[in-house]
């Protein structure tokens, strides 16, 4: 893409506020970590994923209409970037021998975050049918070499042996391991997209209430606030709090994102 489409990205409300979200997110376990940074690196998540296929054209067009599918790409690359730092993170706190393109965020060793330690499990359940193997490399994720090695009374040797053979399992099944890590990512999203159905389902019921919408929205905070974190609600803060009073264009905005947003997870 040229250079002024990526200054136009940026430039977008919703490229400031997942900045500020990845921020957060990294800067819990990064102090050293600025503004700066998270910039370039959302900017590069959508460059070099989110929006890989996309023309100049096609963001221009886009921006021009704040299309909904684009606000929604560039909150998921924040998201998608604050994972590769947790994954960085591990990487670097690596107490066992590294499992060289493995594909379990490059190494099997003591992981930190629980995003990571989630799907690092699941691959690991999957690759390795042995339950004593399971086990002993569970351990290694979750307490390290050394604790593991004293556990089960390995020498070095017998620890890198060990390592030698899952690694050779792990690099010969990459395109399961490759599987497991989708129906990772899309598992919360699926997730997701069940419960904006059921405010589906209360907005189109008949027996309706401005109430049930409160309900919601009291159960589903984190989602309400994404839902209504787009300029043209003119108060966010009123829809959250109290859905009934709030104007009648806010409260048809956010119930509007709602079927772009089941849109865009059907489309996926």
Same mark, same amino acid.
């Given at each position: 893409?040229?250079?002024?489409?990526?200054?136009?990205?940026? &430039?977008?409300?919703? !490229?400031?506020?997942?900045?500020?979200?990845?921020?957060?997110? @990294?800067?819990?376990?990064?102090?050293?970590?600025?503004?700066?940074?998270?910039?370039?690196?959302?900017?590069?998540?959508?460059?070099?994923?989110?929006?890989?296929? =996309?023309?100049?054209?096609? @963001?221009?067009?886009?921006?021009?209409?704040?299309?909904?599918?684009?606000?929604?790409?560039?909150?998921?690359?924040?998201?998608?970037?604050?994972?590769?730092? =947790?994954?960085?993170?591990?990487?670097?706190?690596?107490?066992?021998?590294?499992?060289?393109?493995?594909?379990?965020?490059?190494?099997?060793?003591?992981?930190? +975050?629980?995003?990571?330690?989630? &799907?690092?499990?699941?691959?690991? +359940?999957?690759? !390795?049918?042995?339950?004593?193997?399971?086990? =002993?490399?569970?351990?290694?994720?979750?307490?390290?070499?050394? &604790?593991?090695?004293?556990?089960?009374?390995?020498?070095?040797?017998? !620890?890198?042996?060990?390592?030698?053979?899952?690694?050779?399992?792990?690099?010969?099944?990459?395109?399961?391991?490759?599987?497991?890590?989708?129906?990772?990512?899309?598992?919360?999203?699926?997730?997701?997209?069940?419960?904006?159905?059921?405010?589906?389902?209360?907005?189109?019921?008949?027996?309706?209430?401005?109430?049930?919408?409160?309900?919601?929205?009291?159960?589903?905070?984190?989602?309400?606030?994404?839902?209504?974190?787009?300029?043209?609600?003119?108060?966010?803060?009123? @829809?959250?709090?109290? !859905?009934?009073?709030?104007?009648?264009?806010?409260?048809?905005?956010?119930?509007?994102?709602?079927?772009?947003?089941?849109? =865009?997870?059907?489309?996926?």
């Amino acid at each position: 893409m040229e250079k002024s489409t990526f200054e136009a990205i940026m &430039e977008l409300d919703a !490229f400031g506020k997942a900045t500020t979200k990845l921020l957060k997110a @990294v800067r819990g376990t990064n102090r050293a970590y600025e503004r700066a940074d998270a910039r370039q690196d959302l900017i590069t998540e959508l460059a070099l994923h989110r929006l890989n296929n =996309w023309t100049d054209a096609m @963001v221009m067009h886009a921006i021009h209409d704040e299309n909904y599918q684009l606000m929604v790409m560039i909150a998921y690359a924040g998201k998608d970037a604050a994972r590769r730092h =947790w994954s960085a993170d591990a990487r670097q706190n690596a107490v066992a021998e590294k499992v060289v393109d493995s594909g379990m965020a490059e190494g099997v060793q003591q992981v930190e +975050s629980p995003g990571v330690l989630a &799907e690092a499990n699941e691959i690991v +359940s999957v690759i !390795f049918t042995n339950t004593a193997t399971r086990e =002993w490399i569970n351990s290694i994720l979750t307490s390290g070499k050394s &604790e593991t090695m004293a556990q089960y009374n390995q020498s070095p040797r017998q !620890f890198s042996k060990k390592m030698a053979d899952g690694t050779a399992r792990l690099k010969a099944h990459q395109d399961t391991i490759e599987q497991v890590r989708a129906e990772h990512e899309m598992r919360p999203l699926r997730a997701e997209r069940a419960e904006l159905l059921k405010l589906v389902n209360i907005v189109e019921s008949e027996s309706y209430t401005d109430s049930m919408v409160q309900d919601w929205i009291d159960a589903h905070p984190v989602l309400a606030n994404d839902l209504v974190d787009v300029p043209a609600i003119s108060y966010q803060k009123q @829809v959250i709090e109290s !859905f009934a009073n709030a104007g009648n264009t806010d409260k048809y905005c956010m119930v509007n994102n709602v079927y772009k947003r089941i849109q =865009w997870y059907n489309k996926r």
